[in-house]
């Protein structure tokens, strides 16, 4: 089947934009999450939506699913391949269509990266503002599709708060486009942060905003890290709302000196990033609150420039990969709690990592109790790779019981299927499913991916016969 | 290829957007996290294959990925054992066997290129018909710079006024014989600095162009001697003007198994390093600089130029956008791959072009001749020159 597939995608194709090479292919058989794998039954490189549509609609007639797959930085497996499918990558498709300034929008291809938009407009005093670590690469398309946030999300809001319009392929290979201004249900809305399962983002309208007129990068060393979480607390009590408060413990400071040499203050046991940002008097009214604020800190350093913001940045953007120097193996966790929980949850986590003898290091968006424990082991040790996969669910069975979420922003992909019934009841997930029909009834987009068994419509590819079940029942209407 | 390498890659994807190959194409396979994976492909026993082969053919070498990673992947050490590789268990085509003999057999020896100086402005206009014979004989035709006048440097070059170091002075082979007038500018600068320049006879390459193709035990050869030619000078320190030898023997004791004995510095490393002596006398020019990647990213060195250009009054330095990503030239890569080094050359082209800037200045040969090549095409012409020579005129005061 899919031999016939491949043979009419090269007639709608350039010939170098189908790839059919074991060899090749097998590069694509994970994203940023590589404890996943499966190698793409053919991989597909459209540089136009008519090209991304015309792709989806083969694959609906021969009943084949499709995944698709922007830089390849996510981080639940959310791009993990089909061998039994097709691997749609959008890297090609990386023009900034339109900037709009007076309008603050910028309408950009889905393959664009994060950065890329802010770059294009930031001499006119503009930015685009979520800001996931990955910024650099990450594409936009795959921001839309796991409503990516970023550190600077706690103010202003993720992908989701940024989006206003997407051109979108449907999973019946139908060219679309949602509005945030359109009447009626708010189809937009829903499609952010589908994980790929409602179908394709080909053409995304951004809003711009305006850079702020002061901003003020504060990095405050404690020395343990309950001192941190209890300035974060105070810091929001105090009706402070920074552009960001990100949290570090000891562990994930070490590994970003390994790997950058970001020159944090020695012997912190954590420290907190504090962003303020907006009209230059009220960010400085709220410096001198900061200031109190902190005031158990034993080093509070102020970026003098933008230079010095960027060298303090440089250290929290690059944790992630950074683990990698001090651990040859490691999960990264995302996980959500209240912001008042934090000080009890890290203390769990702490308890959890010592009673297996599995390190974690904690960086977080600690603003929004987003929290990101680095389960660190080493893969050559036996059973150290199953530990840390129970150290590491169960903080998120920590996440849930405290109230929490098991992702905060990376979705749920592949890799959080699984813990999906602890935090809904079955009819949440069959009514989940019911807005998923509605876009693909076949369940041949992205499928696997976000729920856990093959229920209903949703996880058995091939083109669905006869009537949903909820539908037969007289439950649901499909439209 | 080392698997411990190679697994300290965690696919984060960082390296994607500074690889020339990714900004170009957009394809995994040809991206640094791409390469790597094709690198443990092979090492789990997949042969390499010609598409493999091609994947790895089409790395730069720029080394840029190895600056954006934060896990600290070694892939310069990667991509040259991967090289290695490639050159004993891939049978390549005939005809590209063939152009690979004539670079190796030609550029690292310099009374070879020597005798090829003549030619080198009919080897210019032939470019077109050589390229019907291979693409990479047209690519290397059209890359024959104008040469200047043959100058041959005494062993010694004394220090003006007090001497405050002795330095030995690589004279390389590219370098050495298609801009001379780069390495009297560098020696002059040196003495002007307070420097005695020692330049050993028989020096010969220093092996760059052979440890970043794959091929070692040429390179060994070739370090052997050079390393031989400044111990017998007694020299504790070796300025380097050309980026690719300087990161090449900067890695000297990898590349041999022992430490040479000798410290390596770049050029603007050392004047940097020296603090200036000399008088500056005013350049009112426009300059972009741009950054050699086996300067920036290999040898880190990207601060010192830019303050040791800064320091001529009346120059005023401009900024060249995507300053990292490289201009295609990598060596020996648009000899192999003219057709990815020219829409590279082109995009840097236009990025220089963008500065308004008069002067182009660079720290290496081949990103001289690769964006002049390139500014032609454009019909943007632009006037080049090394940092050494650029000082040298502000040193001795007259025009550039």
């Given at each position: 089947m899919l031999d016939e597939l491949t043979a009419a995608l090269a007639g709608i194709l350039?010939?170098?934009?189908?790839?059919?090479?074991p060899v090749r292919l097998r590069?694509?058989?994970?994203?940023?999450?590589?404890y996943h794998r499966a190698t793409p039954g053919v991989v597909v490189l459209p540089e136009t939506a008519e090209q991304v549509a015309a792709v989806v609609r083969l694959c609906r007639e021969a009943g084949v699913p499709f995944v698709a797959r922007g830089?390849?930085?996510?981080?639940?497996?959310?791009?993990?391949?089909r061998e039994d499918g097709v691997l749609i990558v959008t890297?090609?498709?990386?023009?900034?269509l339109e900037i709009d300034l007076p309008d603050r929008r910028a309408v950009v291809e889905?393959?664009?990266?994060?950065l890329a938009i802010t770059e294009a407009v930031r001499d006119q005093g503009y930015y685009y503002a979520p800001d996931p670590s990955s910024q650099q690469i990450c594409s936009i398309g795959g921001n839309v599709a796991e409503n990516s946030g970023g550190?600077?999300?706690?103010?202003?809001?993720?992908t989701v708060n940024h989006v206003e319009a997407c051109e979108i392929v449907t999973p019946d290979g139908d060219l679309v486009t949602l509005d945030r201004?359109?009447?009626?249900?708010?189809l937009l809305g829903a499609f952010v942060g589908s994980e790929g399962t409602l179908g394709i983002a080909t053409k995304i309208t951004v809003r711009l905003s305006r850079a702020p007129e002061a901003v003020t990068t504060v990095l405050a060393a404690f020395e343990s890290i309950e001192r941190g979480g209890e300035a974060v607390s105070a810091i929001i009590g105090a009706g402070i709302v920074p552009a960001a408060i990100e949290m570090m413990d000891a562990l994930a400071i070490e590994a970003a000196e390994a790997a950058v040499?970001?020159?944090?203050?020695?012997?912190?046991g954590a420290v907190l990033i504090v962003e303020l940002d907006g009209p230059a008097q009220e960010v400085e009214r709220q410096f001198a609150q900061l200031r109190e604020i902190c005031s158990g800190a034993f080093e509070l350093r102020v970026a003098a420039g933008a230079e010095e913001r960027a060298a303090i940045w440089k250290g929290r953007k690059s944790a992630f990969a950074a683990v990698g120097r001090i651990s040859p193996a490691y999960i990264v966790q995302d996980g959500v709690v209240p912001r008042t929980a934090l000080p009890r949850v890290l203390a769990e986590i702490d308890r959890l990592s010592a009673e297996h003898g599995i390190r974690v290091a904690n960086v977080f968006h600690a603003g929004d109790g987003n929290l990101h424990p680095l389960v660190l082991f080493d893969d050559?040790?036996?059973?150290a790779g199953e530990r840390a996969e129970t150290v590491s669910g169960a903080i998120l069975d920590l996440c849930i019981a405290h109230g929490?979420?098991?992702?905060?922003?990376?979705?749920?992909?592949?890799?959080k299927a699984k813990h999906m019934p602890r935090m809904f009841s079955p009819d949440d997930l069959d009514t989940m499913q019911l807005v998923r029909c509605a876009f693909d009834p076949a369940g041949l987009?992205?499928?696997?991916?976000?729920?856990?068994?093959?229920?209903?419509?949703?996880?058995?590819?091939?083109v669905r016969k006869g009537a949903h079940p909820l539908v037969e029942s007289g439950k649901a209407e499909q439209f | 290829m080392d698997p411990k390498l190679i697994n300290d890659?965690?696919?984060?994807?960082?390296c994607l957007p500074t690889c020339p190959t990714y900004v170009l194409w957009g394809e995994e396979m040809d991206s640094p996290r791409g390469r790597i994976h094709l690198m443990k492909q092979h090492v789990e026993g997949t042969p390499v294959t010609p598409e493999m082969a091609g994947h790895f053919d089409a790395c730069?070498?720029?080394m840029a990925c190895v600056t954006a990673c934060p896990s600290g992947v070694r892939y310069d050490r990667l991509i040259e054992q991967t090289r290695a590789e490639v050159e004993r268990t891939h049978v390549r085509d005939p005809r590209d066997r063939a152009v690979r003999g004539l670079v190796f057999g030609l550029f690292p020896y310099p009374r070879r290129l020597r005798l090829l100086r003549p030619g080198l402005g009919i080897a210019r206009r032939l470019a077109p018909f050589l390229a019907r014979a291979h693409p990479g004989l047209g690519a290397m035709a059209g890359l024959a710079p104008e040469v200047a006048r043959r100058q041959r440097l005494p062993r010694l070059v004394r220090a003006r006024g007090p001497r405050r170091a002795v330095v030995g002075m690589l004279t390389g082979c590219v370098q050495g014989e298609f801009f001379p007038q780069v390495n009297a500018a560098t020696a002059r600068v040196l003495a002007l600095e307070g420097c005695d320049v020692i330049v050993p006879?028989?020096?010969?390459?220093?092996?760059a162009l052979s440890v970043h193709s794959g091929r070692r035990d040429q390179a060994r050869r070739l370090a052997r001697r050079t390393v031989r030619a400044f111990r017998k000078a007694g020299v504790e320190t070796v300025v380097v003007n050309a980026a690719g030898c300087g990161s090449t023997m900067k890695e000297y004791g990898d590349l041999?198994?022992?430490?040479?004995g000798f410290r390596v510095v770049d050029l603007s490393e050392w004047l940097a390093e020296l603090g200036p002596a000399a008088e500056r006398h005013p350049l009112p020019v426009t300059v972009a600089y741009h950054d050699a990647c086996h300067l920036a990213?290999?040898?880190?060195?990207?601060a010192q130029p830019r303050e040791l250009l800064r320091g001529i009054p009346g120059l005023e330095l401009r900024e060249v956008p995507?300053?990292?990503?490289?201009?295609?030239?990598?060596g020996t890569y648009n000899i192999f791959e003219p057709e990815a080094a020219r829409d590279l050359g082109d995009r840097k082209a236009k990025a220089v072009g963008s500065?308004?800037?008069e002067l182009l200045v660079s720290a290496n040969p081949g990103c001289t001749m690769q964006i002049a090549a390139a500014m032609r095409r454009e019909g943007a012409a632009i006037r080049v020159a090394h940092t050494a020579e650029v000082l040298d005129a502000s040193l001795r005061g007259v025009g550039l």
């Open positions: 350039p010939a170098d934009s189908v790839i059919t090479d590069t694509y058989e994970c994203d940023g999450l590589t830089s390849g930085t996510g981080l639940s497996g959310g791009a993990l391949p890297s090609k498709m990386r023009r900034i889905p393959g664009v990266t994060n550190a600077h999300c706690l103010k202003y809001g993720f201004m359109d009447p009626g249900y708010d040499a970001c020159d944090y203050p020695r012997g912190a050559a040790e036996p059973g929490g979420s098991i992702t905060g922003e990376h979705g749920v992909g592949v890799d987009s992205n499928p696997g991916k976000v729920f856990p068994t093959p229920r209903l419509c949703g996880e058995v590819p091939g | 890659c965690v696919h984060c994807g960082f730069l070498g720029c006879a028989g020096q010969g390459c220093c092996g041999l198994g022992e430490e040479p990213h290999a040898q880190g060195v990207r995507d300053s990292a990503v490289c201009c295609g030239s990598a500065t308004g800037a």
